[in-house]
């Protein structure tokens, strides 16, 4: 059986698919089992509970953006190679979500309101990265991918001490995107200009400060 190419409204709907399936209230399933496994949860505290329930909605949607931009730099990828590297790195990025998503809930609580937003505006960096050029998509992800580690990082810092099941999952999720941004580097990432990076710090602050309680 020969498959046909898709045309731009197969492309179109697949993206919409993606998008729903990534901003819906259901979880979406991991393809391994959470970190946490059968650890104690030890975050009786209800200031404590809330203080996580805030750290894991920023990686919740730090997640969420994670996924918009992987699939927007697929959608305009010239490279299939490059293609298949996003989509292999967006399903990993499904397994953190997923994560962090049964995260809120053990914690008794949800994730950001504006998650629709979050993944239509990652989205679009993404693929505009992506239309700029191979090697450009590929240090965007280097950044990005070192950024998201640094705040995991300090989020391993400000999480409960008592929190073993947030930690753990925090813990993993930063090896993985080390790992994300070896792979984007060896592949020929290039460094962004100055003005990028610095660019790219000031909107994820937003978007934490923003995600934290909403």
Request: charged share 25%.
């Amino acid at each position: 059986m020969i498959k046909r190419p898709l045309s731009p409204l197969d492309r179109l709907l697949v993206e919409i698919g993606r998008a729903l399936e990534t901003v819906s209230v259901s979880r979406p399933t991991a393809s391994t089992p959470s970190p946490a496994g059968n650890l104690a949860d030890g975050t009786d505290d209800e200031a404590q509970r809330r203080h996580a329930a805030g750290l894991m909605r920023i990686n919740h949607v730090g997640e969420v953006c994670a996924q918009a931009l992987y699939f927007g730099q697929a959608a305009v990828a010239r490279d299939e190679g490059l293609r298949r590297q996003m989509l292999g790195a967006a399903a990993e990025e499904t397994d953190h979500l997923a994560w962090c998503g049964e995260r809120l809930e053990e914690l008794g609580s949800r994730a950001s309101l504006f998650n629709p937003l979050w993944y239509a505006g990652a989205w679009v960096i993404g693929a505009g990265a992506g239309l700029i050029g191979d090697r450009i998509s590929l240090g965007f992800v280097v950044e990005t991918e070192r950024q998201v580690e640094a705040h995991l990082g300090e989020h391993l810092q400000a999480l409960p001490a008592n929190d073993a099941r947030s930690r753990a999952i925090v813990a993993r999720m930063k090896e993985d995107e080390a790992r994300h941004a070896e792979h984007a580097l060896a592949a020929g990432g290039i460094a962004l200009p100055a003005p990028i990076p610095a660019l790219m710090r000031f909107a994820s602050n937003v978007m934490k400060a923003v995600a934290y309680r909403l």
